[in-house]
């Protein structure tokens, strides 16, 4: 048995149709959409809106952690746009629309999905064709491993989509209960696994998926959200957690195989 697993896909199309090659089912962690590109400011929702430069400021605050500034930049850029008597919602759901049709089109029979946090969950049982199966909170058996899957982030300053309070997190992770190879967005909560070594700050990672690790033991963790991280594995008993890559960047797709 043979299973590639993508995470941050953040729009790559082209790579995520050759992502199922050769494997038994492709399994994706979820990021989709594109919003913004930070090595390539140019590429995503918000330059299309907003321009080049105006990318670049909204990174550089962000990296430099001064999320409120970055949220008055935001402000300011969408009420430039709501004055001209155009729906942020609907243009931002315009936009995802189209990504979502062009990356779920790419996905290979059998894929099996869970939603990144800035992924829009409502949108996706209009584009998963019956080859792809949406997961969450939820197992499936794998070549006679059992596969579960919890998607979405938990609350942070970036305030992206879906991202949801460590109680409702800590209820999908329970659901799961014991498998063989737990699948999520966001990283167990450790430190080295959490980092982000060029956006200089830790992402969130969950204290409740570290806690299932040690209790149920699983095989593997795999997950991704941090695109650079400190450490790419770790070992948390006998569980090998694994950052599966910025599928955006690499275009590679993490292999399973047994």
Not at 5 to 29: F, I, K, Q, T, Y
Request: net charge negative; hydrophobic share 40%; glycine share 10%.
């Amino acid at each position: 048995m043979r299973v590639h697993v993508v995470s941050d896909v953040h729009g790559n199309s082209r790579d995520l149709a050759a992502a199922g090659a050769g494997a038994d089912a492709l399994v994706c962690l979820g990021d989709l959409v594109l919003f913004l590109d930070y090595a390539d400011h140019s590429r995503g929702i918000f330059p299309d809106l907003f321009g080049v430069a105006n990318a670049d400021a909204l990174v550089e605050l962000r990296t430099a952690r001064r999320f409120e500034e970055a949220r008055a930049l935001g402000r300011r850029l969408w009420g430039e746009l709501d004055r001209t008597g155009v729906s942020r919602e609907s243009v931002i759901e315009g936009a995802v629309r189209k990504q979502y049709a062009e990356l779920f089109a790419a996905f290979p029979t059998p894929t099996y999905a869970t939603y990144g946090n800035v992924d829009i969950p409502r949108l996706w049982p209009e584009y998963a064709a019956p080859g792809t199966t949406v997961l969450d909170g939820q197992r499936v058996e794998l070549g006679g491993r059992v596969f579960g899957f919890v998607g979405g982030g938990l609350t942070s300053p970036m305030r992206t989509p879906y991202e949801i309070s460590d109680e409702e997190y800590a209820a999908k992770i329970e659901a799961v209960g014991e498998v063989d190879v737990l699948c999520t967005h966001i990283p167990p909560d450790v430190p080295e696994l959490c980092y982000d070594t060029v956006a200089r700050r830790f992402e969130r990672g969950s204290a409740a998926l570290l806690d299932a690790i040690r209790r149920t033991r699983p095989r593997y963790s795999l997950f991704g959200h941090v695109h650079q991280p400190l450490a790419r594995r770790a070992r948390i008993g006998g569980t090998e957690c694994i950052n599966v890559g910025h599928f955006n960047a690499t275009g590679t797709p993490h292999v399973l195989e047994w």
